[in-house]
Structure formats: C-alpha cells, structure tokens
C-alpha cells in the first residue's frame, strides 16, 4: 500500500486515474521493448554477415599485401606505404531506430588523384594498387561493422532499460496502486456501514421519543 494516503473519495479518484495511466505506459513500454527487441535481432543477423564480410576482406587484402611484397619486396612497400595520405575521411552522426540514438558513420573517399599523386608508377607495380583498394575496402567493411555493433550496444542497453520500467510497473507500481485503492473502497465501504448503522440508530430513537 502507497504510504500516506487518506482514505477519501478524492484519493481513490486520484489513485484511479494514476493506475489506469500505469497500465497504459505499462502496455505502451511493452509494445516499445518488444519492437526493441526485434529490431535488435535484425540488426544482430547484419553484425554476423558484417563480421564475415571484414573477415573475408582482410584475408583478401593480406594476400594481396603478401603478393605486394614479394614483388617489390618488403622494404620499397613501407616506403610507398609511408607516403600515401589517408584515403578515407570518417564522419560521425547519430540516427534515430526504435527511438534510440545511434551512431552513423559515413565514409568520404579521397580522390584517385590524391592516390595518383602520393607514388609513382615506374617504380612500382599494379599489384600495389590492388592491395591499396583491397585494405581500402577492408577499412570499408570495419567502420560499417563498427557502426552496426554500435547500434546492437545500444539497442540492448534500451531494451535493458525499457524492461525494468515494465516491471516496475507490473510488480511494483501497479499492484501498490490496486492495493491501496481496495483498501480505501473498503474503508469507505465500512463507513458507509456505520453511517447507514448510525441513521438508522438515530430514526429508532427518534421514532421510540414521538410514540
């Protein structure tokens, strides 16, 4: 029972209004945790293809990054490697699924001409310039992973928060509200008794003093 309250008719008003609005954040949290929950099943089916996606990516670039170096050997490939600018520029917003706010990472990629200009090609060879865009495409494929377990983080922490407030209503908010509004019904219910008791006292005596 809600400590504190006096047992009135304004009271049960109130607290009847306060369970019927409980039940309906209760319904409303509920249908929100289970749309939740969905979306974070969705996009954790995303997360296992993505991380097969990087895992293959890599493998793909590594070779080629082998292949590089076999070619030119190891010692020409870091200096070339020393020398080529970032490729890729990341920028960093928010969007908004199921009422949470997760990250959104965009990709911009550099020119071919910044790639162009960053080595020469008499001294190179085409093989380098498939390694670069291979580890280009890999470094694709981690910011779209990172992304994606961004947004499975955050979905499971809502959906954490989201099933507390559930079940603080049905287990704790609700049943208090129902409990003290049984106990002012019955209360008033017993007044009521007695009051009725009292009239009907005071008639009996009021009609034995007329006779």
Same mark, same amino acid.
């Given at each position: 029972?809600?400590?504190?309250?006096?047992?009135?008719?304004?009271?049960?008003?109130?607290?009847?209004?306060?369970?019927?609005?409980?039940?309906?954040?209760?319904?409303?949290?509920?249908?929100?945790?289970?749309?939740?929950?969905?979306?974070?099943?969705?996009?954790?089916?995303? +997360?296992?293809? &993505?991380?097969?996606? +990087?895992?293959?990516?890599?493998?793909?670039?590594?070779?080629?990054?082998?292949?590089?170096?076999?070619?030119?050997?190891?010692?020409?490939?870091?200096?070339?490697?020393?020398?080529?600018?970032? &490729? $890729?520029? &990341?920028?960093?917003?928010?969007?908004?699924?199921?009422?949470? *706010?997760?990250?959104?990472?965009? +990709?911009?990629?550099?020119?071919?001409?910044?790639?162009?200009?960053?080595?020469?090609?008499?001294?190179?060879?085409?093989? $380098?310039?498939?390694?670069?865009?291979?580890?280009?495409?890999?470094?694709?494929?981690?910011?779209?992973?990172?992304?994606?377990?961004?947004? +499975?983080?955050? $979905?499971?922490?809502?959906?954490?928060?989201?099933? *507390?407030?559930?079940?603080?209503?049905?287990?704790?908010?609700?049943?208090? $509200?129902?409990?003290?509004?049984?106990?002012?019904?019955?209360?008033?219910?017993?007044?009521?008794?007695?009051?009725?008791?009292?009239?009907? *006292?005071?008639?009996?005596?009021?009609?034995?003093?007329?006779?």
């Amino acid at each position: 029972m809600i400590p504190g309250i006096h047992p009135t008719r304004m009271e049960l008003l109130m607290l009847k209004r306060r369970k019927n609005l409980a039940e309906k954040g209760h319904d409303l949290l509920k249908e929100k945790r289970d749309a939740l929950i969905m979306e974070f099943f969705d996009i954790l089916e995303d +997360v296992r293809k &993505l991380r097969n996606d +990087v895992n293959v990516a890599l493998k793909e670039a590594y070779d080629a990054l082998a292949i590089t170096k076999m070619v030119m050997g190891p010692l020409k490939v870091e200096e070339v490697a020393t020398s080529i600018p970032p &490729l $890729l520029e &990341l920028d960093v917003s928010t969007r908004n699924v199921m009422g949470v *706010r997760v990250p959104l990472l965009r +990709v911009e990629e550099k020119s071919e001409s910044t790639l162009i200009s960053s080595y020469g090609f008499t001294d190179t060879s085409a093989k $380098l310039d498939e390694a670069v865009e291979k580890f280009r495409e890999a470094l694709k494929a981690i910011i779209r992973l990172a992304e994606t377990e961004a947004a +499975v983080k955050r $979905l499971a922490e809502e959906i954490e928060k989201t099933k *507390r407030r559930v079940n603080a209503l049905k287990y704790v908010i609700i049943p208090r $509200l129902t409990n003290t509004i049984q106990f002012i019904e019955l209360h008033l219910e017993e007044r009521e008794r007695e009051d009725l008791f009292r009239m009907k *006292r005071i008639k009996s005596i009021l009609a034995t003093k007329s006779s």
